[in-house]
Nanobody, 125 residues
Framework: QVQLSESGGASVQAGGSLRLTCTAS????????MAWFRQTPGKEREALAV????????MYHSDIEGRFAISQGSVKNTLYLQMDNLKPEDSATYFC??????????????????WGQGTQVTVSS
């Protein structure tokens, strides 16, 4: 059974940092297109960062580039989102997503097949 589980969400002050962790289990292929999304009430889910875990290519949304960094852990199928210089507008529920099918380009337009349950990040001013 394929599962994604996020952790690391918390309440922090503006300017602070957090690292979110996504643990994937049940996948047969270690190479996946994985991504971090976030969503606030009443808004569409937005892609923040995408990573091809096989070749390491990364793509970022312009709103977070330079402040957030996506990476994979040494433990198989672990994905991180390092978030620095957090702003109140970063407050949202953050989701991990994965796709293990075939792709020509691992990017935010992929129809991700698997989603975690989300982890809440709250940034106060």
């Amino acid at each position: 059974q394929v599962q994604l589980s996020e952790s690391g969400g918390a309440s922090v002050q503006a300017g602070g940092s957090l690292r979110l962790t996504c643990t994937a289990s049940g996948f047969t292929d270690s190479r996946m297109c994985m991504a971090w999304f976030r969503q606030t009430p009443g808004k569409e889910r937005e892609a923040l960062a995408v990573m091809d875990t096989g070749i390491g290519n990364k793509m970022y949304h312009s709103d977070i580039e330079g402040r957030f960094a996506i990476s994979q852990g040494s433990v198989k199928n672990t994905l991180y989102l390092q978030m620095d210089n957090l702003k109140p507008e970063d407050s949202a529920t953050y989701f991990c997503a994965a796709y293990d099918g075939l792709w020509t380009s691992c990017n935010a337009r992929i129809r991700f097949s698997y989603w975690g349950q989300g982890t809440q990040v709250t940034v106060s001013s």
